[in-house]
């Protein structure tokens, strides 16, 4: 499943969920109301302008979100209980590009009682360089080679890379609720 990390961390919640799986999300980092995850635009996941479809965007942001919400490693007053969206408020300020890696930074800004409050911010880099890219043109087809970077293992995507440009961002707020 969508388990593959960079940072060793993994999460509950992707352990069966096939969405996040078919998206290539990877987690870089988890923290009590924090989680940072990554993945790189593929072919089928843009629009027909050839930009990345608004609903991946959110879709990336939003496993962000969820990761940030619930706890990696529940306790037993978490038992039972689930955190989801109850709404959300997107802006996109730029367009992302096929082979671009995103990464998703969603941190807690406020919680009280069942509500919670997330920030969420998307990057989008070149995937060798990482420097923030800005046309389809500047961005390489190929998968990223493996001695691109000292950090990089077969398969994954570098580790010391910086986010990028800011190309979305939205605001959450969640609810926690029975599983039932």
Not at 118 to 130: C, F, H, L, R
Not at 153 to 179: H, M, N, Q, W, Y
């Amino acid at each position: 499943m969508a388990e593959l990390t960079i940072s060793g961390d993994t999460h509950p919640i992707l352990k069966d969920d096939p969405a996040s799986e078919w998206m290539g999300i990877e987690v870089v980092a988890l923290d009590d109301g924090h989680a940072t995850i990554r993945m790189t635009l593929r072919q089928e996941m843009l629009n027909g302008f050839g930009m990345a479809h608004g609903g991946m965007i959110f879709a990336f942001g939003d496993t962000a979100f969820a990761l940030a919400c619930n706890p990696a490693n529940p306790g037993p007053a978490d038992e039972g209980n689930i955190t989801v969206a109850s709404g959300v408020d997107i802006n996109f300020l730029k367009p992302a590009f096929r082979g671009q890696v995103l990464t998703a930074v969603a941190n807690r800004r406020a919680s009280t009682g069942r509500s919670g409050l997330y920030d969420i911010q998307i990057y989008a880099a070149d995937p060798v360089t990482g420097a923030p890219t800005s046309a389809p043109a500047a961005v390489p087809a190929a998968v990223v080679p493996a001695t691109a970077h000292a950090a990089t293992v077969p398969g994954e995507l570098p580790t010391d890379l910086p986010p990028g440009e800011l190309v979305a961002e939205f605001r959450g707020r969640s609810r926690t609720i029975s599983k039932k």
